[in-house]
């Protein structure tokens, strides 16, 4: 439906239009699909991005083995169907390289790329009362202003360098993993070091040690990880989603990962079997081709704590029959948090790798690292002297993109005052004080806990229609209010509450970042449940919502 241009007035009468109706603050796959998708609204978009091109996260994520962890059939945008039957994917798990192919295709495509401002980053965000409009500040020193902002700015954004003593003081080349250069890195013969065993380092450890002279893993915590036996795509796999695509779809939206793994919803408790049975179906999981099976054999793995202990002892049997080095291997075996609670990786060969002759792994748990030191890293243990240093240490995931953006809401709000004691909001999309902005992918979304490219597709969706029935009634803000952000909060929690997930000091709690309040920041309710939620919502009146 076209929505004619709307009719705004200032307090004195005048019409207070903005330069814009819809401002998106960033290219990634939310971003892009949302600038695609309120088109239709026929209304004045404008999109900024930080990078020189799309992908967001695939875009700066270009460290040597990077790969979505969700197969290529499944992480690929559903909006179009002839996209969806064109594109061919070369690999089951897509490697970085390629999604940034296929957000460059998508943004040309569908006329996209035009929409976007590229090389420019939003550094201030006001809203403005007596006109309602956003005034959003770049770092190229512009000033736009637009009734509705769209904060497609990402889960994993905000790089996190622990502040170490002496960063800037290391005279070799170091790196963040989430800002790797475009021409890559030369390793070969380096002594490097990595510090980080995270989804990322799990990656990006087995590429490197190929090339490195000597290659030092610093290791806090050990994570569980499982082979993801990635493989060039099967034609005749790639035929059968083609073919189902419409229906496949559709089950994902009913799932709580947004995603369907064919065949691996069960009912089935570990309990249910004997050991060797379980054994067998653990094993099985374990070799097939499909990664997170694995954790979808039984269905208390995330609920109940010794039946994730079995399952976890499964994979801590592994890694010791894999790793040669007995001390090493259990050095690998995570006991720290039950499996499944810090994000499981896939990985290629990541165990593998500690039983070459050039690499080693240093427990910087027991040791700390200490100090960067101009020829390499201190921990209270020892010095290691290196030429390359790689931090593959995470984000301030979540708030970070937010919280850094200097986001001013109404009454001199500012969003990090607001958000002091946790990032609260209504629905994962509305922040009281803060009309009219919306975020993708917010805390208190199912966001990186479900398939990303689908639930951005559906708060996209979800979005789309709230504007336009905003334009359609004549409204010019909408906010809430601080008690359906509380009540929100407790469901956020409570669903939380019913899984392990608060066992793991993860940064899905904030305890990666020191002194970040603590409060759980993914609905783990699932997708299914989640967009049923803001169904109703809406269904039942528009609850939580003050239109003005
Ligand atoms: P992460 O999971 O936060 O891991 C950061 C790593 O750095 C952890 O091992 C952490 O140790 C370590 N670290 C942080 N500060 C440290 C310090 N002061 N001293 C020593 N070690 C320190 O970050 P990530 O690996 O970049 O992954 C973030 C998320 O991105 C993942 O959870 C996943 O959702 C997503 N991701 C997905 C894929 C994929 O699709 N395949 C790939 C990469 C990332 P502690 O655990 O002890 O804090």
Redesign the pocket.
Known sequence: MTVPHQRRRDPGGKVAHGDYDVVVIGAGFSGMYALYKLRGLGLRLQGYETGDGPGGTWYW?RYPG?????ESMIYSYSFDERLEQEWQWPEHFSPQPDLEVYANYVVDRFGIRDQVQFETTVTRLRFDEPTSLWHVGTDRGEEATTRFVIAATGS?NAT?I?D?KGVETFQGRWYH??KWPKEGVDFVGRRVGI?????????VIPVVAQEAGHLTV????A?FSIPSRNRPLDPEYERGWKQNYRKYREMMKSTASAAVLLGQHTDRSVFDVGDAERDEILEQAWESRSGFKFTGSFKDVRTNEAANEIVAEFVRRKIRQTVQDPEVAELLCPKTHPLGT??L??DSGYYETYNRANVTLVD??AN??TEITPAGLRTTAGEYDLDILIY????D?MTGSMTRMNVTGTGGLRLEDKWVNGPSNYLGFLVAGFPNLFMIHGPGSPS?LAQMIMSAEWQVDWLHDRISFMLEQGYERVDTTEQWEENWAREVEAAADATLYKKA???YLG??IPGKPRVFMVYVGGFDNYTRRCTEVVDNGYQGFSFT
Do not use: M, Y
């Not at 990077?66 to 969700?70: L, T």
């Not at 610093?218 to 915590?221: S, V």
């Open positions: 994520n990077a790969r979505v962890d969700i994993l996190n622990p170490f993993t989430s510090i980080g065993t995270g989804s990322t380092g799990i990656q610093f290791q806090r915590t994570n810090k994000r990786c896939l910087v748990r700390p690292i593959a240490t995470g984000f995931a990186v000091d993860s940064w305890a990666n």
